[in-house]
């Protein structure tokens, strides 16, 4: 079934939605009239009081017909939300699989260590799992709430139930296990995490700083995952999100967490499955495959570093530390050749008089930062 059947579908359901609704209604008027007018009848005679009767019970069965409209879009989302979400995520990804009532297991997500209260009642739905550029992720929605017990001034026990954690929680599987630990949460609402054994961390983004609070098992090992790129993409997923943000990587496991009391993946009777709407489902069915590149969790970096690579369109083999070595050193040549030319340029620009050509060789060198910059970030 294609998005277009689908929302035939949904404007037939609609339609029987707003019926059910008007035939409420009316019934509910129609017992409310007959009622009124038994009570006014009742003083020419006592045997009116059959209209309030059946005029009450009117009443209830109109509220019985105007409920049951509700259920027309509670089915409506149970037998077409999965077509739309499989039919998206096949746009997007060549393996997939989807569970409606599916979730992670609870233990992995407080293995993040970005979370310290327990969780005495939880719930968790619409897990999806695949691959991305040969990443492998998983994702769901996730309801943690914890139970507090207390006492009234009149000695009644009352418990009531805490939402510590409501919204999406993500996994990503990277190909190498990066032999280190980070943790990163936004400085806001609950800021417990585990940060024993860490060092914190502070970096030249004053914008990041700012929103998040950093702790790393090693520090070099950090910036050599977080380049100035991914750090100002990392704020740049803050401020898309409302609520919380955090990140951990444990070895090779990634997590990001979302707690901004939201439901995501929810299907909605009234919500046209127009490319508007559509497009805005889609984002939050892509948001895995835009965190693999926007992180380049599938670049050189984060592959095994042993094996055959191709460098210059040369072939070598090599293990990690060579490799480390070889492209240290490749970098190195880079930067003295581009120190060089930027000195023949600026020697060039001093000798000229002409402000166009001063102007382009400017452009060009910028140029030639932004691909060194572009060229350190694949590393």
Known sequence: ?????????????????????????????????VAVGGFFLLKVNENFKILIILGLLAVGVGIGIFSSKHGIATKYA????????????????????????????????????????HADRWHME??????????????????????HTYTDSKGNTHTEWITFFRGRWYQFFLNRDMETLIRIKEKKKIKEMITKGLEKVEVESIGFNDKFMAYAADQHKFFYIFSPIV????????????????????????????????DYLELH??????????????SQINMMAAIIKEFKFDSYKFQPQTGTKYVDEKVIHVDEEDMADFMVNKAEEKLENLDNIIEAKLDAIDKSDDPDYAAEEVDRIDEELDGIDKGFDKM
Not at 130 to 146: A, I, K, S
Not at 269 to 282: D, M, Q
């Open 126 to 147: 619409d897990l999806i799992e695949g691959m991305y550029n040969n990443v492998q992720f998983r994702t769901c929605d996730v309801h943690l709430e914890e139970e």
């Open 78 to 117: 149970r037998d077409y939300k999965k077509p739309v979400v499989e039919g998206l995520l096949q746009k997007w990804y060549d393996v997939y699989s989807y569970e409606e009532r599916g979730g992670l297991p609870l233990a992995e997500i407080y293995n993040s260590g970005l979370l310290t209260r």
């Open 269 to 282: 009777l009234k919500t046209p499955l127009n490319e508007e709407n559509l497009k805005a489902y889609e």
């Open 1 to 33: 079934m294609d998005f277009k059947e689908l929302e035939q579908e949904r404007q037939k359901r609609l339609a029987a939605y707003k019926k059910r609704g008007k035939i409420g209604l009316i019934v509910i008027l129609c017992g409310i009239l």
């Open 231 to 262: 750090i100002e993409k990392m704020v740049e997923l803050e401020k898309m999100h409302r609520g919380q943000f955090m990140f951990s990587l444990d070895g090779n496991i990634v997590n990001f967490g979302i707690n901004d009391n939201r």
